[in-house]
């Protein structure tokens, strides 16, 4: 900024000292006036660049702030509406999820419904098939228990009955003489008293059926063979194989005691019924032999 240019005016003719001195001081004040107003104007000047100056420089960081805060504005919303949209997304989402959770739910729900319904159906059929069966099972058991009843019933009279057998069989057991002339025990005449001669436990007896043949049939500790049967008189001729011996026993009678010795032991063979070339009977020995 150029200095302020000023025009040098010559004083009047002095007409005396005093009116001299007058002009020169107001001459100076003049002068120190225009100075103080120039330098005055100067410093205006300059504080109006300045101000000017400071005022560009307000207005740019103005202009800038402004602009930043454009910036940050629209990049607030920007981010506010992603913000936004990605809420509602997932609020989108949510909804969409609950809503299928919901109907995966109600169709689970749905269909454990069913599952439970046709296992309770199966269960009631079952119950009711299963009671059934134990009806059945039990009217079968009344009938059966009810068989049972009747069949001990049954068998006490048969045991009634058996034990009157029994002691018709211990009374009918007889002592006879052998064809030697020796008695030695009861004598049966049938399969009771023979049971009845095996639990007494006197003597051993064995059972035998002998058929008409060649050879001796082996019966306990001797052997035997048939030689004839007459059916229709009920007699019978056999040979008897004892302690190297052998005996005929010709023509005897059906529960006759045939008789003989081994090792100093009686022996008794008593034949109960005659067939065709056949006959049946017992072997009785004793329990414990003479030597």
């Not at 058991?141 to 068989?147: F, M, P, R, V």
């Not at 005897?252 to 045939?258: A, W």
């Amino acid at each position: 900024m150029s200095s302020p240019q000023y025009t040098y005016v010559p004083p009047p003719p002095q007409q005396d000292n005093r009116a001299s001195l007058k002009l020169a001081l107001v001459a100076g004040a003049i002068i120190a006036s225009l100075a103080a107003n120039g330098f005055l104007l100067y410093q205006v000047h300059d504080l109006r660049e300045d101000t000017a100056h400071n005022r560009e420089i307000m207005q740019n960081e103005i202009d800038t702030i402004k602009e930043n805060s454009t910036v940050m504005t629209a990049a607030q919303r920007k981010h506010l509406e992603d913000l936004r949209e990605e809420l509602e997304n997932r609020s989108r989402q949510s909804i969409q999820a609950a809503s299928q959770a919901k109907r995966e739910a109600l169709s689970y729900a749905d269909e454990q419904a069913k599952k439970l319904a046709q296992e309770q159906e199966k269960s009631s059929m079952e119950l009711s098939s299963s009671l059934s069966d134990v009806r059945k099972n039990a009217d079968t058991a009344n009938a059966k228990l009810t068989d049972v009843n009747n069949d001990v019933v049954g068998v006490k009279t048969d045991l009634a009955s058996t034990k009157t057998d029994l002691n018709q069989t211990k009374s009918d057991l007889k002592k006879v003489s052998g064809d030697l002339g020796v008695t030695s025990g009861f004598v049966a005449t049938n399969g009771k008293e023979i049971e009845e001669l095996k639990r007494r436990g006197e003597r051993n007896i064995i059972e035998f059926s002998l058929k008409k043949q060649k050879n001796m049939q082996k019966v306990g500790d001797i052997s035997l063979r048939l030689e004839k049967s007459d059916l229709k008189h009920n007699k019978f001729t056999v040979v008897v194989l004892a302690d190297d011996k052998t005996v005929e026993k010709k023509d005897r009678n059906i529960n006759e005691p045939l008789q003989f010795y081994v090792s100093k032991s009686l022996y008794e063979v008593v034949v109960n019924s005659v067939g065709k070339d056949q006959i049946a009977g017992y072997l009785s020995t004793p329990k414990y032999q003479n030597r």
